[in-house]
């Protein structure tokens, strides 16, 4: 028997900080440095948005994918990995923290050990992010868009709600896939192929 629970969007808290107050990426830093047991992100207008934690499923799916994604960059060697709480400094001024994110090594090593240290001033090339089932479906249509818009070549959207992957890349529509049981990363991320089959 297939139980269902009933959820509801729910948008994040946006706070209004431009002009009364602006904060230098420094400043930025130092301060979710000094609330770490809340999450932040910053949109290219300065405002902050508290990002909620996943419940215990969205939280055993994000670690299934970010395991089978860890083996594959393991594997492959061109790439660095980083977790929900990685923080980076796109182009357009925000400062955003995709569930599953990688650079391609040319680029990260490029930085200065203080640049690594922070919030990346980069757009990773591959982002994912898991929908909550709280999660509202626009708020993160739009972010993984901008991620395009500010470099990314690749990105998946995984709606476990509605069982589908929205997949980003740039230049072309987005793509809707229903279900999948595996997704490919071809030809960015060449061999990456994750299993679906248990979050749905």
């Known amino acids: ?17 431009s002009p009364a107050f602006e904060m ?5 830093f130092d301060f979710c440095q000094l609330n770490r047991d809340l999450s932040f992100e910053r949109t290219a207008e300065g405002e902050l948005i508290i990002v909620p ?9 994000n670690f299934n994918l970010a395991g089978q994604f ?9 790439g660095i ?22 650079l391609r090594l040319s680029r990260w090593n490029v930085l200065s050990v203080e640049q690594q240290e922070k919030f990346i001033p980069l757009c990773p090339d591959f982002v994912v992010e898991i929908r909550s089932p709280s999660d509202s479906l626009q708020f993160l249509k739009k972010k993984l868009q901008e991620y395009i818009d500010n470099g990314a070549l690749l990105g998946w959207l995984i709606d476990r709600k509605n069982r589908c992957v929205y997949v980003y ?8 896939l229903e279900r ?17 089959e248990n979050i749905w």
């Open 1 to 17: 028997m297939t139980q269902t629970i009933a959820t509801t969007e729910i948008l994040p808290i946006v706070l209004q900080m």
């Open 53 to 61: 934690p996943t419940g215990g499923i969205t939280g055993n799916h």
């Open 70 to 78: 860890w083996s594959w960059v393991e594997r492959d060697g061109t």
């Open 169 to 176: 890349r740039p230049g072309v529509e987005v793509e809707r």
């Open 24 to 28: 230098t990426d420094d400043q930025f």
């Open 180 to 196: 999948p049981a595996v997704i490919s990363g071809e030809p960015v991320l060449s061999g990456l192929n994750l299993n679906l």
């Open 81 to 102: 990995a980083f977790d929900s709480s990685t923080g980076f400094k796109l182009p357009n001024g925000a400062n955003r923290s995709p569930d599953i994110s990688l």
